[in-house]
């Protein structure tokens, strides 16, 4: 078992362009989540989807931020014109019931 | 909204002793779990508590929803445990978003 899988693991971006990133699941886990680590902020609830379907996207800024769950083995978070407040560690969880396992992060530098 | 207040933000222990990390919510949760960052970055997922306590090894978790705490005891510590630990708490709404306290970060030395 890999584990949560996330890619990159860093990826810089120049402001304005836009970012993808990817999340695999433990395979058999129900629920995927997206969340978002910064110094000032800390971790942040960005949105979650269970069976594919998203079922809570309320942490998710209004603009620019989306993601999707086209299939059971990999959901993406998909930044548009990013900005360098979207400077973070965006870090993906799956769970099969209530536990929660994390990936180890993609680090966002938007310059 | 909701909060986490997780306490102390830092903390130095001597190999071999012990203490206590808690974690307040301003409302009632439904849950808890903690997590402790290693050295590689992750996120590891220690305990989820829905009440009671849960004990593993040298960690013994406790969850008071009425009493909106929940702590997390370390005794005999070891250099291992260094890292930064986590509570994080659900809601009542129904979501299963989870609720991060700030980290406590935890020194073990010789």
């Known amino acids: 078992n890999a584990g949560v899988i996330q890619t990159p693991r860093h990826k810089v971006t120049g402001k304005g362009q836009e970012a993808t990133l990817w999340c695999e699941p433990i395979?058999?886990?129900?629920?995927v989540f997206w969340y978002r680590q910064t110094i000032v902020q800390g971790l942040e609830f960005l949105t979650y989807?269970?069976?594919?379907?998203?079922?809570?996207d309320s942490g998710m800024p209004k603009e620019r931020f989306s993601a999707q769950m086209p299939n059971q083995s990999h959901s993406t978070l998909k930044i548009q014109s990013t900005q360098p407040q979207d400077s973070a560690v965006y870090l993906c969880a799956s769970s099969p019931n209530e536990r929660l396992f994390f990936g180890h992060g993609t680090k966002l530098s938007v310059l | 909204g909701d909060q986490v207040e997780q306490s102390p933000s830092a903390l130095s222990l001597h190999e071999g002793t012990g203490s206590a990390l808690r974690c307040n919510f301003t409302t009632t949760m439904r849950a808890v779990q903690w997590f402790r960052k290693n050295s590689r970055g992750s996120l590891i997922n220690l305990f989820y508590l829905a009440s009671g306590t849960k004990e593993n090894g040298r960690l013994k978790s406790a969850f008071d929803s009425k009493e909106r705490y929940s702590t997390l005891h370390i005794r005999d510590a070891q250099l291992e445990d260094s890292g930064t630990y986590f509570c994080a708490a659900e809601n009542q709404g129904g979501s299963a978003k989870l609720i991060f306290g700030e980290g406590t970060k935890l020194t073990v030395s010789s």
């Open positions: 395979s058999g886990h129900s629920a």
């Open positions: 989807f269970r069976n594919q379907a998203p079922i809570d």
